[in-house]
T-cell receptor
Framework: DTAVSQTPKYLVTQMGNDKSIKCEQN?????MYWYKQDSKKFLKIMFS???????INETVPNRFSPKSPDKAHLNLHINSLELGDSAVYFC??????????????FGAGTRLSVL | SQQGEEDPQALSIQEGENATMNCSYK?????LQWYRQNSGRGLVHLIL?????REKHSGRLRVTLDTSKKSSSLLITASRAADTASYFC??????????FGQGTRLTINP
């Protein structure tokens, strides 16, 4: 029944590895997002997809590659992990349009620790 | 640079008291939203106020918006222990982008 679900919840890995985080929403929304929350709780948008098309791509290293196979899924692949990638990554979704007002629904987060 | 900035960064009050958090932003907005984040969880939308509105209520929440000062406040009345969380303001820019502040960590002491 979870509206926005992301897996895994915890991810511990060594520097240099490649890892993926998956996100799925069952709300029928057309837009999905990835955010990074650092240790100071600062939440920053990384990417946004609308109907499988990339619409927001903030200044993010190209080691991060989002992939949206359909509008209900937005996965995040990270190559060559670095210590500074350690953070909590949140997936979110929303329905665009004037009436929708871009209210976003968040997953529970994936805590990534790079050792 | 960071858009929304919450003030204070941390707030600790007794149960039953009112809690006020402030948010300032820098550019034009379509709307301003407040979200709550419980420890270890995702953000949950609380309330939205449009740029042409000045005040909005939802249960024990009251939000004000002053576009001339580029600021908003969130008031939680009659606080409860369950209100303990971090609260974030987010400004709507264009149709698809929200920019979040750094949050206010609210602790309600029993």
């Amino acid at each position: 029944d979870t509206a926005v679900s992301q897996t895994p919840k915890y991810l511990v890995t060594q520097m240099g590895n490649d890892k993926s985080i998956k996100c799925e929403q069952n709300l029928g929304h057309d837009t999905m997002y990835w955010y990074k929350q650092d240790s100071k709780k600062f939440l920053k948008i990384m990417f946004s997809y609308n109907n499988k098309e990339l619409i927001i791509n903030e200044t993010v290293p190209n080691r991060f590659s989002p992939k949206s196979p359909d509008k209900a899924h937005l996965n995040l692949h990270i190559n060559s992990l670095e210590l500074g990638d350690s953070a909590v990554y949140f997936c979110a979704s929303s329905q665009q349009g004037q009436l929708a007002k871009n209210i976003q629904y968040f997953g529970a987060g994936t805590r990534l620790s790079v050792l | 640079s960071q858009q929304g900035e919450e003030d204070p960064q941390a707030l600790s009050i007794q149960e039953g008291e009112n809690a006020t958090m402030n948010c300032s932003y820098k550019t034009s907005i379509n709307n301003l939203q407040w979200y709550r984040q419980n420890s270890g969880r995702g953000l949950v939308h609380l309330i939205l106020i449009r740029s042409n509105e000045r005040e909005k209520h939802s249960g024990r929440l009251r939000v004000t918006l002053d576009t001339s000062k580029k600021s908003s406040s969130l008031l939680i009345t009659a606080s409860r222990a369950a209100d303990t969380a971090s609260y974030f303001c987010a400004t709507g820019q264009g149709a698809q982008k929200l920019v979040f502040g750094q949050g206010t960590r609210l602790t309600i002491n029993p």
